[in-house]
Protein backbone atom coordinates (compact mmCIF):
# COMPACT_ATOMS: atom_id res chain seq x y z
CA UNK A 1 0.00 0.00 0.00
CA UNK A 2 1.21 3.24 -0.83
CA UNK A 3 1.73 5.66 2.06
CA UNK A 4 0.91 9.62 1.85
CA UNK A 5 4.30 11.11 0.88
CA UNK A 6 8.06 9.94 1.20
CA UNK A 7 9.43 10.30 4.66
CA UNK A 8 12.89 9.79 3.23
CA UNK A 9 15.29 11.67 1.54
CA UNK A 10 14.84 11.97 -2.12
CA UNK A 11 17.27 9.64 -4.45
CA UNK A 12 18.14 10.19 -7.86
CA UNK A 13 18.14 7.27 -10.78
CA UNK A 14 20.62 7.20 -13.68
CA UNK A 15 18.60 8.65 -16.85
CA UNK A 16 18.93 6.33 -19.24
CA UNK A 17 19.70 8.52 -21.74
CA UNK A 18 21.48 6.08 -24.59
CA UNK A 19 18.87 3.58 -25.01
CA UNK A 20 16.41 3.44 -27.15
CA UNK A 21 13.21 3.33 -25.00
CA UNK A 22 13.94 6.61 -23.67
CA UNK A 23 13.28 8.58 -27.16
CA UNK A 24 10.34 6.49 -27.54
CA UNK A 25 7.79 9.34 -27.77
CA UNK A 26 4.95 6.87 -27.00
CA UNK A 27 6.27 5.58 -24.21
CA UNK A 28 7.55 9.28 -22.70
CA UNK A 29 3.78 10.33 -23.22
CA UNK A 30 2.64 7.56 -20.90
CA UNK A 31 4.90 8.32 -18.43
CA UNK A 32 3.93 12.12 -18.67
CA UNK A 33 0.10 11.04 -18.48
CA UNK A 34 1.33 9.07 -15.22
CA UNK A 35 3.08 11.57 -13.82
CA UNK A 36 0.71 14.07 -14.27
CA UNK A 37 -2.30 12.55 -13.07
CA UNK A 38 -0.14 12.37 -9.63
CA UNK A 39 0.78 16.08 -9.80
CA UNK A 40 -2.87 16.97 -10.66
CA UNK A 41 -3.81 14.77 -7.78
CA UNK A 42 -1.08 16.85 -5.11
CA UNK A 43 -0.65 20.44 -6.88
CA UNK A 44 1.92 21.34 -3.77
CA UNK A 45 4.32 22.56 -6.72
CA UNK A 46 1.58 25.02 -8.58
CA UNK A 47 3.98 28.22 -7.23
CA UNK A 48 7.58 27.39 -8.88
CA UNK A 49 7.15 27.74 -12.18
CA UNK A 50 4.79 27.94 -15.18
CA UNK A 51 4.76 24.36 -16.00
CA UNK A 52 2.40 23.67 -12.98
CA UNK A 53 -0.22 26.04 -13.77
CA UNK A 54 -0.53 25.01 -17.33
CA UNK A 55 -1.07 21.67 -16.42
CA UNK A 56 -3.28 22.20 -13.78
CA UNK A 57 -4.93 24.65 -16.53
CA UNK A 58 -5.43 22.09 -18.93
CA UNK A 59 -7.00 19.39 -16.47
CA UNK A 60 -9.57 21.70 -15.41
CA UNK A 61 -10.93 22.54 -18.89
CA UNK A 62 -11.74 19.37 -19.25
CA UNK A 63 -15.14 17.36 -19.10
CA UNK A 64 -14.42 15.60 -16.12
CA UNK A 65 -11.38 17.88 -14.57
CA UNK A 66 -8.63 14.58 -14.94
CA UNK A 67 -5.75 14.16 -16.69
CA UNK A 68 -6.74 11.26 -19.66
CA UNK A 69 -9.39 14.23 -20.80
CA UNK A 70 -5.97 16.30 -22.03
CA UNK A 71 -5.23 16.10 -25.71
CA UNK A 72 -1.59 14.95 -25.82
CA UNK A 73 0.04 17.00 -27.87
CA UNK A 74 -1.29 19.44 -25.34
CA UNK A 75 1.36 17.79 -23.03
CA UNK A 76 4.18 19.78 -24.71
CA UNK A 77 3.07 22.69 -23.32
CA UNK A 78 3.82 21.84 -19.78
CA UNK A 79 7.64 20.58 -20.94
CA UNK A 80 8.27 23.73 -22.86
CA UNK A 81 7.40 25.65 -19.14
CA UNK A 82 10.34 23.84 -17.36
CA UNK A 83 13.57 25.29 -16.90
CA UNK A 84 14.95 22.97 -15.33
CA UNK A 85 15.54 24.57 -11.77
CA UNK A 86 14.70 21.25 -9.97
CA UNK A 87 13.02 22.59 -7.27
CA UNK A 88 9.87 20.60 -7.67
CA UNK A 89 12.12 17.36 -7.07
CA UNK A 90 14.36 18.63 -4.21
CA UNK A 91 11.79 20.79 -1.81
CA UNK A 92 8.27 20.04 -2.69
CA UNK A 93 7.38 16.94 -4.36
CA UNK A 94 6.83 14.39 -1.61
CA UNK A 95 6.51 10.99 -4.19
CA UNK A 96 10.35 11.45 -5.20
CA UNK A 97 12.12 7.73 -5.16
CA UNK A 98 12.47 5.58 -2.79
CA UNK A 99 8.63 6.36 -2.65
CA UNK A 100 6.97 3.38 -4.64
CA UNK A 101 5.09 6.00 -7.02
CA UNK A 102 9.07 7.37 -8.59
CA UNK A 103 8.20 10.83 -9.62
CA UNK A 104 10.75 12.32 -10.94
CA UNK A 105 9.29 15.55 -12.86
CA UNK A 106 12.44 17.18 -13.79
CA UNK A 107 13.86 14.27 -15.22
CA UNK A 108 10.60 13.21 -17.21
CA UNK A 109 11.12 16.77 -18.35
CA UNK A 110 14.37 16.39 -19.72
CA UNK A 111 13.34 13.16 -21.43
CA UNK A 112 10.71 15.01 -23.16
CA UNK A 113 12.67 17.88 -24.28
CA UNK A 114 15.45 15.02 -25.49
CA UNK A 115 12.54 13.79 -27.73
CA UNK A 116 11.53 16.85 -28.84
CA UNK A 117 15.60 18.14 -29.97
CA UNK A 118 16.08 14.60 -31.69
CA UNK A 119 12.72 15.17 -33.43
CA UNK A 120 13.96 18.70 -34.53
CA UNK A 121 11.47 20.33 -33.34
CA UNK A 122 13.94 22.87 -31.93
CA UNK A 123 15.27 26.28 -33.64
CA UNK A 124 18.44 27.56 -34.66
CA UNK A 125 18.24 30.78 -32.54
CA UNK A 126 17.56 28.15 -29.07
CA UNK A 127 20.36 26.29 -30.34
CA UNK A 128 22.38 29.73 -30.52
CA UNK A 129 21.99 30.82 -27.59
CA UNK A 130 22.87 27.91 -25.59
CA UNK A 131 26.10 27.95 -27.39
CA UNK A 132 27.83 29.79 -24.68
CA UNK A 133 31.27 29.32 -25.85
CA UNK A 134 30.19 30.59 -29.63
CA UNK A 135 29.10 34.06 -28.93
CA UNK A 136 31.59 33.91 -26.32
CA UNK A 137 34.34 34.11 -29.06
CA UNK A 138 33.88 37.64 -29.70
CA UNK A 139 34.60 38.49 -25.95
CA UNK A 140 38.74 39.85 -25.58
CA UNK A 141 39.03 41.47 -29.22
CA UNK A 142 39.51 45.38 -28.91
CA UNK A 143 36.94 47.59 -31.22
CA UNK A 144 34.72 44.25 -31.81
CA UNK A 145 33.38 44.14 -27.60
CA UNK A 146 32.87 47.98 -27.92
CA UNK A 147 30.68 47.83 -31.00
CA UNK A 148 28.93 45.08 -30.03
CA UNK A 149 27.89 45.69 -26.54
CA UNK A 150 27.16 49.41 -28.12
CA UNK A 151 25.13 47.91 -30.85
CA UNK A 152 22.89 45.77 -27.87
CA UNK A 153 21.64 48.61 -26.18
CA UNK A 154 19.87 50.12 -29.25
CA UNK A 155 16.36 49.66 -29.90
CA UNK A 156 16.58 48.62 -33.86
CA UNK A 157 19.20 45.62 -32.61
CA UNK A 158 17.52 44.50 -29.88
CA UNK A 159 14.23 44.11 -32.46
CA UNK A 160 16.24 42.66 -35.32
CA UNK A 161 17.35 40.21 -32.11
CA UNK A 162 13.89 39.42 -31.37
CA UNK A 163 13.04 38.69 -34.61
CA UNK A 164 15.85 36.27 -35.30
CA UNK A 165 16.99 35.13 -32.32
CA UNK A 166 14.06 35.26 -30.18
CA UNK A 167 15.33 37.31 -27.45
CA UNK A 168 12.85 40.07 -25.80
CA UNK A 169 13.70 43.30 -26.45
CA UNK A 170 13.28 44.03 -22.89
CA UNK A 171 15.36 41.32 -21.44
CA UNK A 172 18.84 42.37 -19.77
CA UNK A 173 21.99 40.81 -21.62
CA UNK A 174 24.91 40.56 -20.51
CA UNK A 175 27.99 42.56 -21.70
CA UNK A 176 30.88 40.85 -23.85
CA UNK A 177 34.13 41.35 -21.45
CA UNK A 178 36.89 43.36 -22.89
CA UNK A 179 39.40 40.78 -21.81
CA UNK A 180 38.55 37.47 -20.86
CA UNK A 181 39.26 35.92 -17.45
CA UNK A 182 41.83 32.99 -18.91
CA UNK A 183 43.45 35.67 -20.66
CA UNK A 184 43.97 38.44 -17.92
CA UNK A 185 44.34 35.69 -14.52
CA UNK A 186 47.20 34.50 -13.28
CA UNK A 187 47.27 30.78 -13.84
CA UNK A 188 49.13 30.31 -11.09
CA UNK A 189 48.44 31.10 -7.00
CA UNK A 190 51.49 33.31 -5.39
CA UNK A 191 50.78 30.48 -2.20
CA UNK A 192 53.11 27.24 -2.62
CA UNK A 193 52.56 25.60 0.64
CA UNK A 194 49.35 23.43 0.77
CA UNK A 195 47.52 23.41 4.02
CA UNK A 196 44.81 20.24 4.02
CA UNK A 197 42.26 20.39 6.48
CA UNK A 198 39.78 17.63 7.46
CA UNK A 199 37.07 18.95 5.10
CA UNK A 200 38.82 20.93 2.75
CA UNK A 201 42.53 19.77 0.55
CA UNK A 202 44.42 22.65 0.77
CA UNK A 203 44.83 23.75 -2.93
CA UNK A 204 41.96 24.52 -5.69
CA UNK A 205 41.77 24.08 -9.57
CA UNK A 206 39.24 26.45 -10.75
CA UNK A 207 36.74 25.94 -13.17
CA UNK A 208 36.19 29.45 -14.63
CA UNK A 209 32.82 28.87 -16.43
CA UNK A 210 31.62 30.72 -19.58
CA UNK A 211 30.20 33.67 -18.51
CA UNK A 212 32.97 34.24 -15.77
CA UNK A 213 35.52 33.95 -18.36
CA UNK A 214 33.22 36.18 -21.47
CA UNK A 215 31.11 38.23 -19.18
CA UNK A 216 32.10 39.19 -15.68
CA UNK A 217 35.56 37.88 -14.92
CA UNK A 218 35.70 40.46 -12.35
CA UNK A 219 33.89 37.97 -10.31
CA UNK A 220 36.76 35.09 -10.61
CA UNK A 221 39.50 37.42 -9.95
CA UNK A 222 37.37 37.97 -6.72
CA UNK A 223 37.85 34.41 -5.85
CA UNK A 224 41.14 34.76 -7.05
CA UNK A 225 41.85 37.69 -4.45
CA UNK A 226 40.14 35.67 -1.69
CA UNK A 227 42.52 32.01 -2.24
CA UNK A 228 45.55 34.83 -2.26
CA UNK A 229 44.22 36.21 1.19
CA UNK A 230 43.83 33.00 2.80
CA UNK A 231 47.18 31.33 1.37
CA UNK A 232 45.44 28.87 -0.79
CA UNK A 233 47.51 28.29 -3.84
CA UNK A 234 45.24 27.79 -6.78
CA UNK A 235 45.46 26.85 -10.30
CA UNK A 236 43.22 27.61 -13.75
CA UNK A 237 42.37 24.36 -15.55
CA UNK A 238 44.39 23.28 -18.06
CA UNK A 239 41.73 24.16 -20.79
CA UNK A 240 37.56 24.23 -19.95
CA UNK A 241 34.66 23.97 -22.40
CA UNK A 242 31.34 24.72 -21.29
CA UNK A 243 29.88 22.47 -18.93
CA UNK A 244 26.99 21.53 -20.59
CA UNK A 245 24.12 22.85 -18.62
CA UNK A 246 22.53 25.15 -21.48
CA UNK A 247 22.31 22.53 -24.12
CA UNK A 248 21.05 20.05 -21.50
CA UNK A 249 18.30 22.46 -20.67
CA UNK A 250 17.56 22.14 -24.91
CA UNK A 251 17.55 18.42 -24.45
CA UNK A 252 20.73 18.06 -26.66
CA UNK A 253 21.85 15.51 -24.73
CA UNK A 254 24.38 14.58 -26.99
CA UNK A 255 26.43 17.84 -27.32
CA UNK A 256 26.41 17.29 -23.22
CA UNK A 257 28.14 14.00 -23.78
CA UNK A 258 30.76 16.17 -25.90
CA UNK A 259 31.45 18.44 -23.54
CA UNK A 260 31.67 15.68 -20.79
CA UNK A 261 34.29 14.48 -23.14
CA UNK A 262 36.25 17.43 -23.13
CA UNK A 263 36.03 18.62 -19.81
CA UNK A 264 36.20 15.83 -17.45
CA UNK A 265 39.51 14.55 -18.61
CA UNK A 266 41.40 17.79 -17.99
CA UNK A 267 39.18 18.20 -14.68
CA UNK A 268 39.81 14.10 -13.17
CA UNK A 269 43.77 15.33 -12.96
CA UNK A 270 42.70 17.60 -10.73
CA UNK A 271 40.95 15.36 -8.54
CA UNK A 272 43.37 12.78 -8.65
CA UNK A 273 46.21 15.60 -8.04
CA UNK A 274 44.22 16.35 -4.40
CA UNK A 275 42.32 19.67 -5.54
CA UNK A 276 39.37 21.14 -4.56
CA UNK A 277 38.05 21.98 -7.94
CA UNK A 278 35.85 25.33 -7.47
CA UNK A 279 33.05 26.94 -9.82
CA UNK A 280 31.53 30.12 -9.32
CA UNK A 281 28.60 29.77 -11.21
CA UNK A 282 25.82 27.07 -9.34
CA UNK A 283 24.73 26.02 -12.31
CA UNK A 284 27.56 24.28 -13.57
CA UNK A 285 28.61 23.18 -10.07
CA UNK A 286 25.52 21.19 -10.17
CA UNK A 287 26.24 20.38 -13.65
CA UNK A 288 29.34 18.51 -12.43
CA UNK A 289 28.14 17.32 -9.13
CA UNK A 290 24.58 15.84 -10.23
CA UNK A 291 23.69 15.98 -13.90
CA UNK A 292 26.71 14.74 -15.66
CA UNK A 293 27.30 12.06 -12.82
CA UNK A 294 23.63 10.43 -13.55
CA UNK A 295 23.83 10.67 -17.18
CA UNK A 296 27.23 8.74 -17.03
CA UNK A 297 27.22 6.87 -14.06
CA UNK A 298 29.57 4.26 -15.01
CA UNK A 299 32.57 6.28 -15.74
CA UNK A 300 34.73 6.55 -12.83
CA UNK A 301 36.44 9.96 -13.68
CA UNK A 302 33.14 11.65 -13.73
CA UNK A 303 32.30 10.31 -10.32
CA UNK A 304 35.93 11.83 -9.17
CA UNK A 305 34.74 14.44 -10.35
CA UNK A 306 31.57 15.16 -8.82
CA UNK A 307 33.25 14.55 -5.23
CA UNK A 308 36.22 16.93 -5.53
CA UNK A 309 33.58 20.02 -6.80
CA UNK A 310 33.05 22.49 -4.65
CA UNK A 311 30.54 25.71 -4.69
CA UNK A 312 32.81 28.55 -3.70
CA UNK A 313 30.91 28.87 -0.28
CA UNK A 314 30.95 25.55 0.69
CA UNK A 315 34.76 25.51 0.10
CA UNK A 316 35.18 28.27 2.06
CA UNK A 317 32.92 27.69 4.95
CA UNK A 318 34.62 24.31 5.43
CA UNK A 319 37.81 25.82 5.00
CA UNK A 320 36.47 27.73 8.58
CA UNK A 321 35.52 24.43 10.26
CA UNK A 322 38.97 23.62 9.75
CA UNK A 323 39.96 26.32 11.27
CA UNK A 324 42.13 27.33 8.45
CA UNK A 325 40.03 30.35 6.94
CA UNK A 326 40.96 34.07 8.24
CA UNK A 327 38.35 36.19 9.46
CA UNK A 328 40.47 39.52 9.48
CA UNK A 329 37.38 41.17 8.08
CA UNK A 330 37.50 45.04 7.88
CA UNK A 331 34.97 46.49 5.51
CA UNK A 332 31.50 46.99 6.92
CA UNK A 333 28.89 45.92 4.29
CA UNK A 334 25.79 47.63 5.79
CA UNK A 335 22.16 46.05 5.01
CA UNK A 336 22.96 43.32 2.37
CA UNK A 337 19.76 41.39 0.23
CA UNK A 338 20.80 38.58 -0.78
CA UNK A 339 19.51 35.90 -3.28
CA UNK A 340 19.88 31.79 -2.91
CA UNK A 341 19.41 30.58 -6.60
CA UNK A 342 17.82 27.32 -7.03
CA UNK A 343 20.75 25.37 -8.57
CA UNK A 344 22.45 26.73 -5.14
CA UNK A 345 19.71 25.17 -3.34
CA UNK A 346 19.47 21.74 -4.78
CA UNK A 347 22.74 20.99 -4.14
CA UNK A 348 22.25 20.34 -0.98
CA UNK A 349 25.12 21.68 0.55
CA UNK A 350 22.78 24.01 2.77
CA UNK A 351 22.94 27.97 3.13
CA UNK A 352 26.85 28.31 2.60
CA UNK A 353 26.90 31.72 1.15
CA UNK A 354 24.64 32.77 3.95
CA UNK A 355 26.92 31.12 6.61
CA UNK A 356 29.37 33.29 5.29
CA UNK A 357 27.51 36.51 5.41
CA UNK A 358 26.63 35.60 8.99
CA UNK A 359 30.49 34.69 9.96
CA UNK A 360 31.86 38.29 8.03
CA UNK A 361 28.96 39.92 10.65
CA UNK A 362 30.84 38.23 13.67
CA UNK A 363 33.16 41.17 12.85
CA UNK A 364 32.05 43.92 10.80
CA UNK A 365 28.39 45.11 10.95
CA UNK A 366 26.12 43.09 8.41
CA UNK A 367 22.23 42.85 8.57
CA UNK A 368 21.21 40.50 6.12
CA UNK A 369 18.18 39.82 4.21
CA UNK A 370 17.87 36.57 3.06
CA UNK A 371 15.47 35.91 -0.19
CA UNK A 372 14.84 32.22 -1.06
CA UNK A 373 12.58 31.74 -4.10
CA UNK A 374 12.88 31.73 -7.76
CA UNK A 375 14.02 34.54 -9.37
CA UNK A 376 12.78 33.44 -12.80
CA UNK A 377 15.52 34.17 -14.82
CA UNK A 378 15.97 30.55 -15.07
CA UNK A 379 19.69 30.93 -17.84
CA UNK A 380 17.69 31.38 -21.56
CA UNK A 381 14.67 31.41 -20.27
CA UNK A 382 14.22 34.87 -18.92
CA UNK A 383 15.19 36.10 -22.03
CA UNK A 384 13.40 34.08 -24.49
CA UNK A 385 10.43 36.11 -26.05
CA UNK A 386 7.77 33.81 -25.51
CA UNK A 387 9.08 33.45 -21.70
CA UNK A 388 10.84 37.14 -20.42
CA UNK A 389 7.61 38.60 -19.23
CA UNK A 390 6.64 35.45 -17.59
CA UNK A 391 9.62 35.51 -15.90
CA UNK A 392 9.39 39.01 -14.74
CA UNK A 393 6.01 37.83 -13.30
CA UNK A 394 7.48 34.45 -11.52
CA UNK A 395 10.19 36.91 -10.05
CA UNK A 396 8.11 39.79 -8.97
CA UNK A 397 7.97 38.26 -5.02
CA UNK A 398 11.75 38.06 -5.20
CA UNK A 399 11.97 41.71 -6.54
CA UNK A 400 9.77 42.95 -4.11
CA UNK A 401 11.48 40.95 -1.06
CA UNK A 402 14.96 41.63 -2.21
CA UNK A 403 13.99 45.55 -1.41
CA UNK A 404 12.97 45.13 1.81
CA UNK A 405 14.52 48.09 3.62
CA UNK A 406 16.59 49.54 1.10
CA UNK A 407 19.58 47.51 1.01
CA UNK A 408 23.23 48.55 0.52
CA UNK A 409 24.16 45.94 -1.84
CA UNK A 410 22.04 42.89 -3.60
CA UNK A 411 23.62 40.15 -4.53
CA UNK A 412 23.18 36.47 -6.20
CA UNK A 413 25.41 33.46 -6.14
CA UNK A 414 23.74 33.68 -9.48
CA UNK A 415 25.16 36.88 -11.53
CA UNK A 416 22.24 36.32 -13.94
CA UNK A 417 19.64 35.80 -11.38
CA UNK A 418 21.50 39.21 -9.84
CA UNK A 419 20.93 40.88 -12.88
CA UNK A 420 17.50 40.17 -13.43
CA UNK A 421 16.31 41.13 -10.01
CA UNK A 422 18.31 44.24 -10.30
CA UNK A 423 15.61 44.92 -13.61
CA UNK A 424 12.95 44.26 -11.82
CA UNK A 425 13.81 45.87 -9.07
CA UNK A 426 13.91 48.75 -10.97
CA UNK A 427 10.91 48.57 -13.07
CA UNK A 428 8.99 48.10 -10.07
CA UNK A 429 10.04 51.34 -8.73
CA UNK A 430 12.18 49.93 -5.92
CA UNK A 431 15.02 52.27 -4.19
CA UNK A 432 18.42 51.27 -6.17
CA UNK A 433 21.01 49.08 -5.04
CA UNK A 434 24.62 48.37 -5.23
CA UNK A 435 24.58 44.37 -7.10
CA UNK A 436 27.55 42.71 -6.16
CA UNK A 437 28.15 39.07 -6.71
CA UNK A 438 28.76 38.08 -2.73
CA UNK A 439 32.60 36.38 -3.54
CA UNK A 440 32.74 40.25 -4.23
CA UNK A 441 31.06 40.96 -1.17
CA UNK A 442 33.61 38.42 1.03
CA UNK A 443 36.49 40.36 -0.81
CA UNK A 444 35.16 43.82 -0.03
CA UNK A 445 34.80 43.09 3.73
CA UNK A 446 38.38 41.70 3.56
CA UNK A 447 39.47 45.16 2.44
CA UNK A 448 40.87 43.98 -0.24
CA UNK A 449 41.19 46.14 -3.39
Not at 88 to 105: A, G, S, V
Amino acid sequence: MATEGNLQAPTRHPIAWQTAEFYDQAACETELERIFDICHGCRRCVSLCGSFPTLFDLVDATADGEVHGVDKKDYWKVVDQCFMCDLCYMTKCPYTPPHEWNLDFPHTMLRAKAIKFKNGEVGAAEKFLASTDTHGQFAGIPIVVQTVNALNKTKIVRKVMDSVLGVHPNAWMPELATSRFRWSAEHQGRATVVTDGERTPGKVAIFSTCYINYNEPGIGHDLIKLLEHNDIPYTLVEKEQCCGMPKLELGDLESVAKSKEANIPVLAKYAKDGYAIVTPVPSCTLMFKQELPLMFPDCADTQLVKKAMFDPFEYFIARNKDGLLKTDFKQALGKVSYHIPCHGRVQNIGKKTEEMFKLIKQTVDVTLNTVERCSGHAGTFGVKTPYHLQAMKIGKPVFKAMGKDEPNYISSDCALAGHHIAQGMAEAGLPTSQLQHPLSLMRIAYGIE
